[in-house]
C-alpha cells in the first residue's frame, strides 16, 4: 500500500474538507509554535479517531505517549535521542544518506527524504530531484521504507510512484482546496499501491 502523510499544525475547514473526502491518511502533529499545542492535538486526535487516520506526534515523545497516538515523528534536526525502546511507530525526515543511518538508529521505521521538489514554503532550499531519491531509495529499500517529502503535488506525485517510492508527506497539499481528480487518485494509490 502507498502511504500518504499530511503535516498539520492546527485542524482548519479546509483541511478538513479534504481530509472528509480521503481514506487510509496519516496525519503528523507538527506544531512547533506551540500555540494552543494540547487543544489542538487533543482535537486532531478526536478527528483521526473519527476518520480511522493514524496520528503521529512530531518531536514530543511524552505527548504521543499521553494521547496514545499511534506514532511519533522524528525531525531530521533531532539527532540525539534514541526512540527504539517504545510501543510508538517512529518514522522520520533526513537530508542526505548520514542523516538515513542516523534515523535507522534512532529506531526509525520509516524516513522521509527531503527536499526533493522546491518547495514554497523552503524556496532557499531548491529541490535534490529524482535523481537523488532514486539512488537512496535502492540503496536502502531493504533496511527501511524510504518516502519522498518536499514540493510534492499533484503534478509530480507520478514521478515519485513510477520511481518505486512507497509513499509521500505533504504540507501544502492539504491546505489548499483539493479538486476531484486529485481526490480521487490520492483514494486510488493510498489502496492499490
Do not use: W
Amino acid at each position: 500500500m502507498f502511504k500518504i502523510f499530511f503535516y498539520i499544525n492546527e485542524l482548519n475547514d479546509i483541511q478538513k474538507e479534504n481530509l472528509n473526502q480521503l481514506r487510509n491518511i496519516n496525519i503528523i502533529y507538527r506544531n512547533y509554535e506551540r500555540r494552543n499545542y494540547y487543544q489542538n492535538v487533543i482535537k486532531l486526535k478526536k478527528y483521526c479517531k473519527k476518520m480511522n487516520f493514524k496520528l503521529y506526534v512530531s518531536n514530543d515523545k511524552q505527548l504521543a505517549t499521553q494521547i496514545n497516538s499511534y506514532g511519533l515523528y522524528i525531525p531530521s534536526f533531532n539527532s540525539r535521542v534514541c526512540f527504539s525502546q517504545t510501543n510508538l511507530n517512529v518514522i522520520g525526515s533526513a537530508h542526505n544518506e548520514i542523516e538515513i543511518r542516523e534515523k535507522i538508529k534512532q529506531g526509525c521505521e520509516e524516513i522521509f527524504i527531503s527536499p526533493i521538489f522546491t518547495t514554497k514554503s523552503h524556496n532557499d532550499m531548491p529541490g535534490k530531484g529524482l535523481a537523488f531519491y532514486r539512488p537512496l531509495l535502492q540503496k536502502f529499500s531493504k533496511q527501511i521504507k524510504i518516502h519522498a517529502l518536499g514540493g510534492v503535488d499533484q503534478k509530480n506525485l507520478g514521478k515519485i510512484i513510477s520511481s518505486g517510492g512507497k509513499g509521500f508527506s505533504s504540507k501544502g497539499m492539504i491546505e489548499q482546496k483539493m479538486n476531484k481528480t486529485l481526490i480521487s487518485y490520492l483514494n486510488l494509490i493510498a489502496r492499490n499501491l
